[in-house]
Nanobody
Framework: QVQLVESGGGLVQAGGSLRLSCAAS????????MGWYRQAPGKQREMVAT???????NYADSVKGRFTVSRDNAKNTVDLQMNSLRPEDTAVYYC??????????WGQGTQVTVSS
């Protein structure tokens, strides 16, 4: 069973921090590029940050220097530390796995709301 389960969303004031976590089933985590995407109301889903199985990271320009993606290969988890949050970061955040066989998996999403 393929599962990606996010946690850690919530409401925070501008300038605050949140940490999102995604627990993945072992059969997809190993070797997969893991990532976080977000979708704001009325907008397309966009990449926030990704991390390969080897630890290489990629960030959207809008979050560089504020967000940090990390993964724990022993625990099959990927986290997103979000600092200096802005109202424009408000969105549903989705955990993503892109497997070595080019299959894509999504979590159910977690809401992040940043108040001004």
């Amino acid at each position: 069973q393929v599962q990606l389960v996010e946690s850690g969303g919530g409401l925070v004031q501008a300038g605050g921090s949140l940490r999102l976590s995604c627990a993945a089933s072992r059969n997809i985590f190993s070797g997969s590029r893991m990532g976080w995407y977000r979708q704001a109301p009325g907008k397309q889903r966009e990449m926030v940050a990704t991390i390969t199985s080897g630890g290489s990271t990629n960030y959207a320009d809008s979050v560089k220097g504020r967000f940090t993606v990390s993964r724990d290969n022993a625990k099959n988890t990927v986290d997103l530390q979000m600092n200096s949050l802005r109202p424009e970061d408000t969105a549903v955040y989705y955990c993503n796995a892109f497997s070595p066989r080019a299959l894509t998996y999504w979590g159910q999403g977690t809401q992040v709301t940043v108040s001004s």
